[in-house]
């Protein structure tokens, strides 16, 4: 048992013009670094079983997509915030699709579904207290970051927690099935 999350990957490219883009602010808190920078589809909590959980995503029949980060945001709000983050400029109904099809696939293994609205993002910085991030937001804008890709997989991650940071190590790929018509 581990703590461990299902995410999407982002390649290279995006990843270059996401680092090139960050490298011009300064974020509060801490910020999330290159190795860190994906986006969660859901996460299993502290006792993940990730065998079981890559058992139940082979052969995942959802539709991919196209994405392209965009949008700068912050939780719960950008006036008082403790996570920055970026959205999506295209494929936030691709993630939302694949965010429920992990969750119906592991609901049978225990895993609940968040209470939440699923918001997909790639967090930028945590803040320990409550930040006023307005500031970052506007700096960071609503332009496209990188260029868009193709959703076609994705990953389950195990996650080591450090003083300074999370350690994210890949356990498994999953490919998208596609649906037959």
């Avoid at 990957?9 to 490298?23: G, H, I, Q, Y």
């Avoid at 300064?26 to 299993?44: E, I, K, M, S, Y």
């Avoid at 076609?152 to 498994?172: M, N």
């Amino acid at each position: 048992m581990t703590r461990a999350f299902v995410a999407v990957s982002l390649p290279d490219a995006v990843l270059d013009a996401l680092a090139e883009r960050a490298a011009r602010l300064t974020f509060p808190g801490r910020p999330t670094t290159r190795d860190q920078w994906h986006v969660t589809l859901q996460f299993l909590g502290n006792r993940a079983d990730v065998d079981a959980v890559m058992g139940a995503l082979t052969g995942l029949e959802a539709e991919g997509g196209t994405a392209r980060l965009g949008g700068a945001g912050a939780f719960p709000r950008p006036a008082r915030a403790t996570v920055l983050w970026l959205g999506f400029v295209e494929g936030g109904p691709v993630m939302q699709r694949l965010a429920d099809a992990v969750m119906q696939r592991t609901e049978s293994l225990g895993y609940e579904r968040e209470d939440r609205p699923y918001q997909p993002h790639l967090t930028l910085a945590r803040c320990r207290t409550p930040t006023d991030l307005r500031p970052v937001v506007t700096a960071l804008g609503d332009a496209p970051v990188g260029p868009a890709w193709t959703i076609d997989r994705v990953a389950i991650y195990e996650s080591k927690t450090h003083r300074d940071g999370a350690q994210y190590i890949p356990r498994g790929t999953i490919a998208l099935a596609r649906r037959r018509s």
